[in-house]
Structures are given as structure tokens and as C-alpha cells.
């Protein structure tokens, strides 16, 4: 069964022209993972980022980069809104400052530490957007609706529930649209 969901989720890119223009679950309703998602457009990187009054516990620093389908940023930038079927990736990495010949700063490791995926889907999710944290390549489960992340997205998100405050691609468009609501 596991091949025949890879094989789906490859038919449904190759028909998009190379990237999953929409999400696709399986059966039971498990989103199948984008597995080209660093293809698709940048929004941003962050590093360090805490929604959470809390000091960090982790002894590392850590990059979040966020990706958005381009079929979504297509319309996004035309309407300042992320419209029905809209799918963005926010991978963690750890962030490193001894390698190479760096001296200052930090850069990004290939150490992925996680991947959430943010997915509009009107008619599938309530309030129209759902959360699903993956693992590899295995189909994921919704997370429940009861998370910190949905009550978060809703009070803080800048447009349509997403941290477009943080997208500086994506900020501007948002604001000439008036559809950016301030945070």
C-alpha cells in the first residue's frame, strides 16, 4: 500500500507540471507529503523563532523556512489572499556555527528537526485550514483541532490565518491587497 500512495502522490505532481498544485490524502484522510516542497517558492527563513513568553529549552539555535506551492503564490499575488487548496511547508533546521571556514554567524544544517505542513482545504477542515506535522514519507494525520497551533494562527495570523507578517515577499503584497490585518 505505502508504494501505491508514493505512486499516487507522483502522478498528481507529474500532472501539475513538476509540483503538487494541490494536496492529496489518502482514503482515510491522511495528507500525502509534497515531496518536492523545497522546489516551490521561498517565503522566508527565521531563526530562533518562539511564539511563546517562554525562555527556550534547546541547546541549539535553529532555522524555520517556509515554502509555499506556487500555484498558491500565483494567486496570492494576484489577490493578496491564499486561496482554497493552498498548501505551505515550514521545515526546521538545525542552525550551526562551526563548520568550514565560517568564523561569524550561523548557517543552516542539513539536520531537519521537522516538518509541518499548513494546508487550506474549505471543504475538508474546520475553518478552513488544517495542520499536519510529517514524518518522512509517511501519509500524516491531522493535527487535532484542540492544538495551540489553530487558536494561534487564528489571533495572530496576518492574512487568511498564515504569518504573512513574517514573509517580506509576501507582506507588501498583502498590504497593497488590504488584506493585511495588523499584529
Known sequence: MPNTLKLLAALLSLLAGGAVAAPAYTPGGDLLPPTDYREWVYLSSGLD?????????????????????????????????WPDKTMMV??????????????????????????????RDEARFKGGWGFFRLDGSAPAKLVPYDADCYACHQAHGAVDTTFTQFYPTARPIAVKAGTFRDQ
Do not use: C
Open 90 to 119: 515550514l521545515e526546521t533546521r538545525v542552525a550551526d556555527s562551526h563548520g568550514s571556514i565560517n568564523k561569524h554567524g550561523q548557517y543552516q544544517t542539513e539536520n531537519l528537526m521537522g516538518v509541518e505542513v499548513h494546508v
Open 49 to 81: 523563532m518562539s511564539y511563546s513568553d517562554k525562555p527556550s529549552m534547546m541547546d541549539h539555535s535553529m532555522f524555520d523556512n517556509v515554502f509555499v506551492d506556487p500555484a498558491s503564490w500565483a494567486a496570492f499575488r494576484q489577490t493578496g489572499h
